[in-house]
């Protein structure tokens, strides 16, 4: 079935540094990818999409490319504000199906 | 803020009950999907209605139903409580086709003692 990874473990860094959450996917289909944002006490906030190979879906200097010979749709951001302290949820959606497919989520602390 | 609203928005309950978890969805929508968000299991889809029909079914327990009225809100039942049901509970709404885009509500942390 359709499954999601992230990488173990929160990250924590520093203000101003580079940001890298991996995702990697399997999938029967041709699924759509997404990168939900969970701030404290909030609900679930779409921070980006793609919904094809080589497609890069970006918002708030957030940046990821999916990439079907790799199943990967890694998350990156250049430069960090403690304002992006929050889990980072990498899911998937398969063609013609309406459910989300989760990974585990990453927390992600930006100390000043 | 989304625009999907979830009631309530804390619950604290003991085993054996009945608890019923409320979501209204965004203006338009006519899909509503309940999402489980648990420390073991992670964020798990539960089941999904599109105008008053159910469409799909997750990971949803036989004790749980759910239903999506003709005003398009919809109410998750959960009963014969267990401790490990203790989550956190989200309504997502989208428009109509399986590609648009899924919004969520602030969820409903639900406590089993």
């Avoid at chain 2, 625009?3 to 604290?12: D, S």
């Avoid at chain 2, 006519?30 to 798990?44: I, K, N």
């Avoid at chain 2, 599109?50 to 809100?73: M, T, W």
């Amino acid at each position: 079935g359709n499954s999601v990874t992230q990488m173990e473990g929160p990250v924590t860094l520093s203000e101003e540094a580079f940001l890298t959450i991996n995702c990697t996917y399997t999938a029967t289909g041709y699924p759509s990818l997404f990168w939900y944002v969970q701030y404290p006490g909030e609900g679930l906030q779409l921070l980006l999409k793609a919904t094809k190979a080589d497609d890069k879906g970006s918002n708030k200097g957030f940046e990821a490319t999916y990439r079907k010979e790799t199943t990967s749709f890694h998350l990156e951001k250049g430069s960090v504000q403690v304002s992006d302290s929050a889990v980072y949820f990498c899911a998937l959606r398969d063609y013609g199906n309406n459910r989300l497919a989760f990974g585990k989520g990453n927390q992600v602390v930006v100390i000043p | 803020d989304s625009g999907v609203t979830q009631t309530p928005k804390h619950l604290i309950t003991a085993t054996g009950q009945r608890v019923t978890l409320r979501c209204s969805p965004r203006s338009g929508d006519l899909s509503v999907y309940w999402y489980q968000q648990s420390l073991d299991q992670g964020l798990q889809f539960l089941i999904q209605y599109y105008n008053g029909e159910e469409r799909a079914k997750g990971n949803i327990l036989e004790r749980f139903s759910a239903q999506q009225f003709p005003d398009l809100h919809s109410e998750l039942n959960l009963s014969s409580l267990e401790l490990g049901d203790s989550a956190l509970y989200f309504c997502a709404s989208s428009y109509k086709k399986p590609e648009d885009t899924q919004y969520f509500g602030p969820g409903t942390r639900l406590t089993v003692l």
